[in-house]
């Protein structure tokens, strides 16, 4: 089974723009939850989609949004990018069952440089 | 709020025993993980506890007391590959917090 791949692996900005980026989840998994990982703040949770609707949120800013597909590829925009938005983004995917042992697996990333 | 606490960093020895602790304060728990982080690399998980007492894989075993809201990560017979970040990583119930809350991470070196 192919794992979780997101695209693109590494993006430059600017201050001000705003980003795309996507995430395809394991064949099967239809949750897709994304991160941000920062040297000071560790992972960040951002959203949870599944199927097709938002059903957990951490505590980001509006500017930070996503969206689930039909066949459970997700994607997430940052608008008005800021410096501090620098970060390597993950997501992971999972079946989506409430609770328990339902594991996460991890993308490899996107890391986004804002200058 | 939700604080999850690990050692910055530790340094042992290829072939010794480390333990790694992770101590946790949350509103609810329904479990807690244990990833590895190679730098660069995606989290891969390693294991997972909601019962109290230790749950062994191989070199690597992981110890849950819900009682004081700690658990460790014990990695035996290190290896150079066990140079990574460790990370501690709670569930709790949905709600705005979201599913997983994780620390900040230990970062183990492992030297000859």
């Known amino acids: 089974k192919a794992g979780v791949t997101q695209t693109p692996r590494y993006l430059i900005k600017t201050r001000g723009q705003q980003v795309t980026l996507s995430c395809s989840p394991i064949?099967?998994?239809?949750?897709v939850s994304w991160y941000q990982q920062t040297p000071g703040q560790g992972l960040q949770f951002l959203f949870e989609?599944?199927?097709?609707?938002?059903?957990n949120k951490g505590n980001f800013p509006g500017r930070f949004s996503g969206r689930q597909f039909s066949n459970s590829r997700s994607e997430m925009n940052v608008s008005t990018l800021e410096l501090g938005d620098s970060a390597l983004y993950l997501c992971?995917?999972?079946?989506?069952?409430?609770?328990?042992?339902?594991?996460?697996?991890f993308g490899p990333g996107t890391r986004l440089l804002v200058l | 709020g939700q604080n999850i606490d690990q050692p910055t960093e530790m340094t042992a020895t290829e072939g010794a025993i480390v333990q790694i602790n992770c101590t946790y304060q949350?509103?609810?728990?329904?479990?807690l993980f244990w990833y590895q982080q190679h730098a660069g690399e995606a989290p891969t998980f390693l294991s997972y506890?909601?019962?109290?007492g230790l749950e062994e894989k191989g070199r690597f075993s992981s110890f849950l007391s819900r009682s004081k809201g700690y658990s460790y990560l014990l990695l035996k017979e290190l290896q150079m590959k066990d140079s990574a970040s460790y990370l501690c990583?709670?569930?709790?119930?949905?709600?705005?917090?979201?599913?997983?809350?994780f620390g900040k991470g230990t970062k183990l070196s492992v030297k000859p």
């Open positions: 506890n909601v019962l109290d």
């Open positions: 949350t509103s609810g728990f329904n479990g």
């Open positions: 990583a709670v569930r709790v119930p949905g709600g705005s917090q979201g599913n997983l809350i």
């Open positions: 992971a995917s999972s079946l989506g069952r409430s609770g328990g042992r339902e594991t996460q697996y």
């Open positions: 064949s099967g998994h239809r949750s």
């Open positions: 989609y599944f199927s097709e609707t938002q059903r």
